[in-house]
């Protein structure tokens, strides 16, 4: 039997993230988009008030979240601000491999650091010339005697600069190519380790954004994370697990644009009377709110199928992710419509978020490279 209604738990979830956001996030969006700089007192605070890393383990300093609890989270961040949401679920992304494939041990080790310094972490995959094509990926990670040496360029690292560790895919034999693509632990001060100048963005500017030039940076054995020709397979579990995370992020985005464009054409008046009363302005306020219900109640069900049934898990995923981002973008897009000018206005902050819709359309794969995904899904069924 079907059942959409929440647990008193999931209920506690969503108003405690949603009261985060309102006191730290939304009075704060506005600065840092302007600013274009990483919100350390805000994720400092969600460290303080046990918002961090929800999904992983309370002995790694998580809260145990199932994916479904993650999503509920993620709503509520990215109704918040989408980028700074991001600062924050960009740290889930960075240390799920360790989640999935590091020994207890290592796991303790650098669980154990990034929550002592509260700090935030990094997720190295993509490159100039590879990016959602992880199998074109072309660092490489050369074992010499207890070490590897890392040598590679990465792009578009979200958290870069700002990350205590990074977890690396670099190759460990060229002539395999991407059979040999491994993940590694790599603190962000080793020798070797050049970070570019942050990437000047559109939207999501609180998100810190780098290239990343990795020059003879030696790691130790221990710090491989898995074994060798793994992390082609822990990338995509990685994904399986974080692209619901980006639907709830847009859903929430979509919420918060919808929601500021209703109480202003609820208030707006042209020809005696709100706009509102217009029926071209009730019908797209209709769609948007469909729309929105129907983004949600997908990104709900893929994540429930992480948590339940991992048969469809890659296609659902998928799915989610492509649909409510491009939902996110057309509610905020319909949103700056409905309110013309002002909508167009930076002191309404429709705007932003409409910037801000347009970046998860992007990251963690592109929709069309989505679409890819579930066509195979399709035709494998």
């Given at each position: 039997?079907?059942?959409?209604q929440?647990?008193?738990?999931?209920?506690?979830?969503?108003?405690?993230?949603?009261?985060f956001?309102?006191?730290?996030?939304?009075?704060?969006?506005?600065?840092?988009?302007?600013?274009?700089?990483f919100?350390?007192e805000?994720?400092?605070?969600?460290?303080?008030?046990?918002?961090?890393?929800?999904p992983?383990?309370p002995?790694?300093?998580?809260?145990?979240?199932?994916?479904?609890?993650?999503?509920?989270?993620?709503?509520?961040?990215?109704?918040g601000?989408?980028?700074?949401?991001?600062?924050?679920?960009?740290?889930?992304?960075?240390?799920?491999p360790?989640?999935?494939a590091?020994?207890?041990?290592f796991?303790?080790?650098?669980?154990?650091l990034?929550?002592?310094?509260?700090?935030?972490?990094?997720?190295?995959?993509?490159?100039?010339?590879?990016?959602s094509?992880?199998?074109?990926?072309?660092?490489?990670?050369?074992?010499?005697?207890?070490?590897?040496v890392?040598?590679?360029?990465?792009?578009?690292?979200?958290?870069?600069?700002?990350?205590t560790?990074?977890?690396?895919?670099a190759?460990?034999?060229?002539?395999?190519?991407?059979?040999?693509?491994?993940?590694?632990?790599?603190?962000?001060?080793?020798?070797?380790?050049?970070?570019?100048?942050?990437?000047?963005?559109?939207?999501?500017?609180a998100?810190?954004?780098?290239?990343i030039?990795f020059?003879?940076?030696?790691?130790?054995v221990?710090?491989?994370?898995?074994?060798?020709g793994?992390?082609?397979?822990?990338?995509?579990?990685?994904?399986d697990?974080?692209?619901?995370?980006?639907?709830a992020?847009?859903?929430?985005?979509?919420?918060?644009?919808?929601?500021?464009a209703?109480?202003?054409?609820?208030?707006r008046k042209?020809?005696?009377?709100?706009?509102?009363?217009?029926q071209?302005?009730?019908?797209?306020?209709?769609?948007?709110?469909?729309?929105i219900e129907?983004?949600?109640?997908?990104?709900w069900?893929?994540?429930?199928?992480?948590?339940?049934?991992?048969?469809?898990?890659?296609?659902?995923?998928?799915?989610?992710?492509?649909?409510?981002?491009?939902i996110?973008?057309?509610?905020?897009?319909?949103a700056?419509?409905?309110?013309?000018?002002?909508?167009y206005?930076?002191?309404?902050?429709?705007?932003?978020?409409?910037?801000?819709?347009k970046?998860?359309?992007?990251?963690?794969?592109?929709?069309?490279?989505?679409?890819?995904?579930?066509?195979?899904?399709?035709?494998?069924?």
């Amino acid at each position: 039997m079907i059942d959409f209604q929440l647990t008193k738990e999931q209920l506690d979830i969503q108003a405690k993230y949603r009261d985060f956001a309102q006191r730290w996030i939304v009075p704060n969006r506005m600065k840092y988009d302007d600013l274009a700089e990483f919100p350390w007192e805000i994720v400092k605070a969600a460290y303080d008030e046990g918002i961090m890393n929800g999904p992983m383990d309370p002995q790694y300093g998580g809260h145990g979240h199932s994916l479904l609890d993650g999503a509920l989270a993620s709503e509520e961040l990215g109704a918040g601000c989408v980028g700074i949401g991001i600062c924050i679920d960009a740290n889930t992304l960075a240390l799920t491999p360790l989640y999935l494939a590091a020994d207890e041990a290592f796991k303790k080790k650098y669980f154990g650091l990034i929550n002592e310094v509260k700090g935030v972490a990094a997720y190295c995959l993509t490159e100039p010339n590879a990016g959602s094509d992880v199998q074109s990926i072309s660092s490489t990670a050369i074992k010499k005697g207890d070490k590897y040496v890392i040598n590679g360029h990465k792009r578009f690292i979200t958290n870069g600069e700002v990350s205590t560790f990074m977890t690396v895919f670099a190759q460990t034999d060229p002539e395999k190519g991407s059979r040999s693509l491994t993940a590694f632990l790599v603190p962000s001060d080793s020798p070797g380790v050049e970070f570019k100048p942050r990437l000047q963005k559109m939207g999501q500017r609180a998100s810190v954004q780098n290239e990343i030039i990795f020059k003879d940076v030696e790691v130790p054995v221990e710090n491989r994370i898995g074994d060798e020709g793994y992390g082609f397979i822990i990338a995509m579990k990685t994904f399986d697990r974080t692209r619901t995370g980006v639907a709830a992020l847009s859903v929430g985005n979509a919420r918060a644009a919808f929601e500021k464009a209703r109480e202003w054409t609820k208030s707006r008046k042209q020809f005696g009377k709100p706009i509102a009363a217009n029926q071209a302005i009730g019908f797209m306020m209709a769609d948007m709110a469909t729309k929105i219900e129907t983004a949600r109640l997908i990104t709900w069900y893929a994540a429930w199928a992480y948590d339940h049934d991992k048969s469809k898990l890659n296609k659902l995923s998928a799915m989610s992710k492509l649909y409510a981002s491009d939902i996110g973008m057309e509610v905020t897009t319909d949103a700056v419509q409905a309110m013309g000018g002002d909508g167009y206005s930076r002191d309404f902050e429709v705007e932003k978020m409409m910037r801000d819709a347009k970046l998860c359309q992007i990251y963690e794969g592109t929709n069309q490279v989505q679409r890819i995904v579930i066509s195979k899904s399709v035709y494998k069924e």
